[in-house]
């Protein structure tokens, strides 16, 4: 097209007639009002109602919530839970990816569905198989007992139910993906001489590199998150074995909601930082 | 390695990766579940029928599935609303809208449940509203029900969303000229098309609340026979140290959820048949 | 049912998408609106449909406005390039939609829906597909079932957009030539939307030839081939060569060394460009005290009846295409690389 001119008598555009297939203006704008209406009670004050509760008190009380001996201990144990489940579920997830989408063979669709089944578990039930297995009275109980070690109440339970509920978020993501992309780059890498590591490395992840990272940002936040499989294997033993959910908990049942919520605040915070990253990947992903 | 169907392929890495999998599947997830069901077996059936039938347990039953049914009917609802303002009409802040929902998936239970508490509370912002009409919101059932309804209304929007937008305009355009108005195209060709993503999201939803535990607890009031949900009670066991008294309940919701996920996995399969069908 | 659209305007941001355009469809014709890709056929497709608005002008069904009219009241069978079925729906049901949709005190019996629905079946030659879904269809059946539906609604006027677009050689020939025939047993009012010359000139009573939002022409299939008005619907209705010469009374003077060759266009004296089809271009061997442009043969390829010869001018200019006869070319025995003179019979000619 030439003529790229605007001409000031199309600016204003006479409509006389709504598009074929739209609705009238007042419709839409009850139905944009009734949709915001519904996300505002359930998504939008109750956010805006963590930060008003933490803050309420004044800066002063939220800042010796946070800075509290018990409150870092949790934020350690947080983060030392994730940073050790996040990479094992991350591997694990390639590794699955890998066999999954690059090859055939029978059961795949079988052992898709095992991948998923720590979603359809509940999470206090995530909690109680741990118990289970390696409480006092589960099938490796005595034994630790007899060799004084400790799974359950202790940092390595918190960190197995952490594994399990976080299982299936990177596999999940990549195994769609690099069943869309299929196996012609990955041949032409082996052709052309690369080893199966090379191809993986320079081929294979370069090629899912938001889709992984997607998953990882996911299964961090519930890493970080989880409440009800962490607090079945807990113990709640203060600045040992609770996490920052955890710690949230004991400090709402005993009436100090003002810590309460600044403890709240920063997972909330943590959960803005991980809608964020997720909005910017899946531009990224878009491209 | 013999399992593989292909006669032939180049890459590498087949039994490692899968052998790896399988290992760590087996580890994580598959042994430590079995325990559930092996640790039933400790039990004889009258007992274990006894444990998972006392009418405790059957009002905890009664709570966990018809408020996790009902606030799946409201996000079923409410998420194609959701669904359909966000991929049809332009309205401002629609973009920080559409992050937004996923909140529930990202804010931990425990700070959900503390909020809603909050708010719903008889002195709470919206639990005052309600207040002056005795309807009490938050340590009630109905609290259970606004929980899980939070907890579960992005899966609805998520699996509906990407259907309409795929979905031609021309389908419209054609109703529009055979004389359909707007109501009669959205009820006989936009949602027979929607159908499927709709109970998709509406299983999804309900399948997260009947295990939901971190959200409910904080503002269900967790009164026996009232507003106990089943998760609770099996806590509450195992607190006991009733094992498998918590076990035997763990294994009735385990079951469920199963059925779940194969109806999940079906009613998934019947809404890539119906997009792909041209 | 005449249509008339009168100084119809239509922008899409700064795009003119229509641009001033107005046109008269005769009852009971069959029109093709025809154009290359963006030139505003299907826009102005969708506007007498109703599937689009205008920003100024008017649409006129049988002199009355229906400007402002809602595509649902203004009883148009639109059929679409994908053909848009309901893919959730039988094809009975299908074909039926238009009628079920109807207020309750104008919706049909049961007992007559079913019987319009076979009708229209048998019409289209699909009564026995009734039953089936719409992806268990090829592709020239499910768009004779979009027409069946279309025709349910018993519409005024028949809007097709590019109907066998989306289909491949053989069967878009046969679905031509059956759509020519139900045309001529049902005369009603169609327009149809193409970007194929061959499409719109074989099967449509008269082409409307659309570029960058206006229309160009508007004639019977031989009045636009025979006499485009400029360039672009020459260029546009089939292949041709370009050479830039002078006009002199009914002569042009083309190439560097001014060959004259009879014309007939716009120009009477002056520079002008001279366009000549394949099938008006002369090869003949050199000899003394004969007049053409020199040229090597650069490739032959013989399709079917003809055989394509691909020329390269000596003064450089830009390479000639000639369609010769089979039997013609066997005379000549060319062979690529030999020296040829070249002479168009005949150009036509628009202003340089």
Sequence with gaps: ?287 | MSLALRRHTVLPGFGIALGFTLLYLSLIVLIPLSATFLKTFSLTWEAFWTAVTAPRVLASYRLTFGASFLAAGINAVFGLLVAWVLVRYRFPGKRIVDAFVDLPFALPTAVAGIALAAVYSTNGWIGSLFAPYGIKIAFTPLGVLVALTFIGLPFVVRTVQPVLEDLEPELEEAAATLGASRLQTFAKIVFPTLLPALLTGFALAFARAIGEYGSVIFIAGNLPMVSEITPLLIITKLEQYDYAGATALAVVMLLISFTLLLIINLLQWWARRRRAAP | MSIEVKNVNRRFGSFAALDDVSLEVQTGELLALLGPSGSGKTTLLRVIAGLETVDSGQVLFHGEDATSQHVRERRVGFVFQHYALFRHMSIFENVAFGLRVRPKQERPSESEIRRKVMELLELVQLDWLADRYPHQLSGGQRQRIALARALAVEPRVLLLDEPFGALDAKVRKELRTWLRRLHDEMHITSVFVTHDQDEALEVSDRVVVMNEGRIQQVGTPQEVYDHPVNAFVYQFLGNVNLFHGRMDEGTALIGPAGLPVPAHGEVGVGAAVAYARPHDIEVVRPKLGELGIAARVEHLLAVGPIVRVDLRPDDSGAPIHAEIPRDQAAHLALAAGDRVLVRPRQVRVFAA
Excluded: C
């Design chain 1, 1 to 287: 097209m030439t003529e790229a001119v605007l001409d000031p008598r199309f600016t204003l555009p006479v409509r006389t007639v709504e598009k074929a297939t739209a609705e009238p203006r007042w419709v839409r704008l009850v139905l944009i009002g009734l949709a915001l209406a519904f996300l505002g009670i359930f998504l939008f004050v109750p956010l805006a109602a963590v930060f008003y509760e933490a803050l309420r008190k004044g800066v002063g009380v939220y800042w010796q919530a946070v800075i509290e001996p018990d409150a870092l201990a949790a934020v350690r144990l947080t983060l030392l839970a994730a940073a050790i489940s996040v990479p094992l579920n991350l591997v694990f997830g390639v590794a699955a990816a890998w066999a999954i989408a690059k090859f055939e063979f029978r059961g795949k669709n079988l052992l898709i569905t095992l991948i998923d089944l720590p979603f359809s578990v509940s999470p206090v039930i995530a909690g109680l198989i741990f118990v289970l297995v390696f409480g006092l009275q589960g099938w490796f109980g005595e034994w630790l007992r007899d060799h004084d070690l400790k799974i359950i109440f202790a940092v390595p339970g918190i960190v197995l139910a952490t594994i399990f509920v976080t299982f299936p978020f990177v596999a999940r993501e990549l195994i769609p993906l690099m069943q869309a992309q299929g196996t012609e780059e990955e041949e032409a890498a082996v052709v052309l001489g690369a080893s199966g590591w090379q191809t993986l490395w320079r081929v294979t992840l370069p090629n899912v590199k938001w889709g992984l990272l997607y998953g990882v940002i996911l299964s961090n936040a519930r890493a970080m998150g989880e409440f009800g499989a962490v607090s079945v294997v807990s113990g709640h033993i203060r600045g040992l074995t609770n996490t920052l959910p955890l710690h949230v908990e004991i400090l709402y049942n005993e009436y100090q909601f003002a810590a309460a919520f600044a403890t709240a605040s920063l997972l909330a915070l943590l959960a803005l930082v991980t809608l964020v990253l997720k909005v910017w990947v899946e531009r990224r992903f878009a491209d």
